[in-house]
């Protein structure tokens, strides 16, 4: 699995054969490497309604007429905008085309904020996704929570791309946490270096989880690798 960091929290996760998009947050982004109009996936999963996340995935899953994966009220926003959706629910998972999706509990907040409303907009998640019998865990943003243990025990994870910028998700020490509950191979630190409130050294996570014997890598914007 090749997975691909556009800027902030937007990740691309590939087999070779399809793609997914995760938090499809370009426009304003100020670390987005590509444009919206240019991204290419066959899914895209947002995994809640907050701007930096959702972002531009209803024009991308319409342009390219492929399906939003989300929670079931964050899907019904976005099919009310005209986006193909596909509606899962917390614990609930379904087999697509690419593979299997799982959305997990996530414990923050789901709303599109703008000047004059909240619209809440369901739980947020995360998001298990097996492919070409890897397994992907975007957690999206989130505190530390006891059940990553339950995820961890349950489900061989590949790779986890877990958020350490501290402020609105799990900072570093909570973020090592996680990793130590979910014993992936592979760890990617995210959400740490687009805005002011959120800045993390992403080192300091690696040497960290290096030290509990968990490889880390650090994709900045634009980097790739492979798992
Ligand atoms: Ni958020
Ligand atoms: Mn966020």
């Known amino acids: 699995m090749i997975i691909k960091c556009l800027g902030h929290a937007c990740f691309t996760a590939s087999d070779g054969?399809?793609?997914l998009i995760f938090d499809p947050f370009l426009t304003d982004n100020p670390e987005a490497v590509v444009s919206a109009d240019e991204v290419v996936a066959d899914a895209v999963l947002p995994s809640h309604g907050h701007s930096d996340h959702l972002g531009d995935a209803i024009p991308i899953a319409k342009r390219l007429g492929v399906p939003i994966v989300a929670p079931?009220?964050?899907?019904m926003y976005c099919n009310r905008f005209g986006a193909e959706v596909v509606p899962l629910h917390i614990g609930g998972g379904t087999d697509m085309r690419f593979g299997r999706v799982k959305l997990t509990f996530a414990t923050h907040g789901s709303a599109v904020?703008?000047?004059?409303l909240i619209e809440y907009t369901g739980p947020p998640c995360g998001f298990l996704v097996t492919m070409s019998g890897q397994t992907l865990y975007y957690s999206g943003d989130t505190g530390l929570f006891g059940d990553m243990k339950l995820i961890g025990e349950t489900t061989p994870i590949d790779v986890a791309i877990l958020p350490i910028g501290d402020n609105f998700t799990m900072g570093i020490d909570d973020a090592v946490i996680a990793v130590e509950f979910l014993k992936p191979k592979a760890v990617v630190p995210t959400h740490y270096s687009a805005f002011e409130p959120i800045q993390k050294d992403p080192n300091e996570f690696a040497e960290k989880v290096a030290s509990k014997g968990v490889k880390c890598v650090i994709l900045p914007p634009?980097?790739?690798?492979e798992f």
Request: no cysteine.
């Open 222 to 225: 634009g980097e790739a690798a």
């Open 72 to 75: 079931y009220e964050l899907a």
């Open 113 to 116: 904020v703008t000047d004059d």
């Open 17 to 19: 054969k399809h793609t």
